[in-house]
C-alpha cells in the first residue's frame, strides 16, 4: 500500500480532543475508514467509526470513500441541538 498525504479538518469534538483544527497527515490508507482508525489510536478519538461522516474535497460521504494522495478531509462529529 502506497503512502499519501492528506489535509484533515477538525470540527467539535475532534478538535478538542485532537487540540488543533486540522493537519497534514501521512498514512498507508485508502479510504477514510482507515484514516479514522489510524487518527483514532494516535489522537485518541472517542467516537466509534460508525457515528463519523466526513467529507472529502468538498463533497459529503460515507467512511467508505477512497482517498488519494493531496485529498482534503473533514472528520465530522453528530449534530446535536434544539
Partial sequence: MKEIQVDVQYFAIFREQRGASHETVSAHVTNVKELYNELRV????????????????????????????????????PVAGG
Fill in 42 to 77: 494516535k489522537h485518541g478519538f472517542t467516537l466509534s467509526p460508525d457515528m463519523v461522516r466526513a467529507g472529502v474535497n468538498g463533497k459529503l460521504g460515507d467512511l467508505n470513500q477512497g482517498l488519494a494522495d493531496g485529498d482534503c478531509v473533514v472528520l465530522i462529529p
